[in-house]
């Protein structure tokens, strides 16, 4: 019983510590054993959305990454709207925290034909001013929008209950190509385009929990905690929250049933009845 509790003591702890929690339409699969049963669970939870997940694309022809935390343009890309060769590539992070992302373009010409995000805000102005100083007909990244929300590393590291994000560099400017930037929490992603030459810069921003893994702590939860997840249970508290859910559970009654004070008879020989209506004595 101690491991449980130690259990949801730390899923609770690390909902609580993100800034943000992702509350965007989710979908967890869990297969888990109850005696010799098992249940396969799937749930979708929608909310609106002020964080949503980031997501990875990758287009083959072009050699080049480019996220998004925007559903509707996940979407369009994944209709062709971005043009022919993009797919996602699996990867996702949470979006949610205390600041800003700024995002960038260059252009199709004279280039960079590729984006780029920073969450430091004097990172963010200087590309602004360079933009500013710089003429369209050279190449320049052009700010575009304040995409999502994240967390600013602390000394190359992130806080408890956050997720390492890190970039790599394609070297496009030393090897005459486009500049392109892969960002993602997957640190073997981040490895492979390492080993075809990219350069790594570390922890560029801490994310929450993805929508995944807020789903995989709730079921976690509620097999350790109660009789069992089910599909409406596991919404509700994907909705709530962990920490709020917990907070929740805990002032609740621990039974349904009345509490009847304890009066024991005078002595053991003593039958004791309690009355069944006020005029019963």
């Not at 997940?53 to 062709?80: K, M, S, W």
């Not at 994240?150 to 790599?168: E, L, M, N, Q």
């Not at 570390?202 to 993805?210: K, N, Q, R, T």
């Not at 509700?236 to 008879?265: C, F």
Request: hydrophobic letters at 40%; charged letters at 15%.
């Amino acid at each position: 019983m101690f491991g449980v509790e130690q259990g949801i003591a730390a899923m609770a702890a690390r909902a609580v510590a993100c800034f943000q929690l992702p509350t965007a339409a989710v979908r967890a699969a869990t297969i888990f054993r109850r005696g010799i049963a098992f249940l396969a669970l799937m749930a979708w939870v929608a909310a609106p959305a002020f964080a949503a997940d980031v997501v990875e694309f990758y287009n083959a022809n072009l050699d080049n990454y480019f996220i998004t935390a925007d559903p509707v343009e996940a979407t369009a890309i994944d209709n062709g709207a971005a043009g022919p060769g993009w797919s996602r590539t699996g990867d996702t992070f949470g979006a949610g925290g205390n600041a800003a992302v700024c995002r960038f373009y260059g252009s199709q010409s004279p280039g960079p034909n590729s984006h780029f995000y920073t969450v430091l805000a004097a990172e963010c102005e200087s590309l602004k001013q360079l933009q500013a100083s710089t003429p369209a007909t050279q190449k320049r990244w052009n700010f575009e929008s304040l995409d999502f929300f994240s967390t600013v590393p602390a000394g190359g590291g992130c806080f408890d209950g956050t997720t390492p994000v890190y970039r790599a560099y394609n070297n496009g400017f030393a090897r005459g190509v486009d500049s392109n930037h892969r960002i993602t929490s997957n640190p073997e992603s981040i490895a492979q385009v390492v080993a075809r030459g990219w350069s790594a810069e570390g922890v560029v921003m801490c994310a929450p929990p993805s929508s995944a893994e807020i789903a995989a702590d709730v079921v976690r939860l509620l097999e350790q905690g109660t009789l069992g997840p089910t599909e409406g249970l596991v919404k509700e508290v994907v909705a709530k929250g962990i920490g709020p859910w917990l907070t929740e559970q805990m002032a609740m009654n621990v039974t349904r049933y009345t509490r009847w004070p304890l009066d024991p008879p005078a002595d053991n020989n003593a039958v004791h009845r309690r009355p069944e209506s006020p005029g019963d004595a």
